[in-house]
């Protein structure tokens, strides 16, 4: 997903969701490290996304199931 260079609020806003659960993701790594390897990370996250696409945050769920490709070596 390119950024826009003029985003809409909503563009914003789903951009912030996608943060949060990746930040989320991070912590728990920290926070227990071993927890999650690469492909589980890569799970999680394709998890997320499925999620985020069931309450209706497409945008988001676009953006988490590109970090997940991301993890798994397929940019």
Same mark, same amino acid.
Do not use: K, N
């Given at each position: &997903? /390119?950024? =826009?260079?003029?985003? /809409?609020?909503?563009?914003i !806003? @789903?951009? $912030? *969701?996608?943060?949060?659960?990746?930040?989320?993701?991070? #912590?728990?790594? *920290? =926070?227990?490290?071993?927890?999650? =390897?690469? $492909?589980?990370?890569?799970?999680?996250? +394709? &998890?997320?996304?499925e $999620?985020? !696409?069931? @309450?209706? =945050?497409?945008?988001?769920?676009?953006?988490? !199931?590109?970090w997940? #490709? +991301?993890? +798994?070596? +397929? !940019?």
């Amino acid at each position: &997903m /390119t950024l =826009d260079p003029s985003p /809409t609020p909503e563009d914003i !806003e @789903q951009h $912030e *969701i996608a943060e949060a659960i990746l930040l989320g993701l991070l #912590e728990s790594v *920290i =926070d227990y490290p071993g927890s999650f =390897d690469r $492909e589980g990370a890569a799970v999680a996250l +394709r &998890m997320a996304a499925e $999620e985020r !696409e069931r @309450q209706g =945050d497409y945008r988001a769920s676009v953006l988490l !199931e590109e970090w997940a #490709e +991301r993890l +798994r070596g +397929r !940019e």
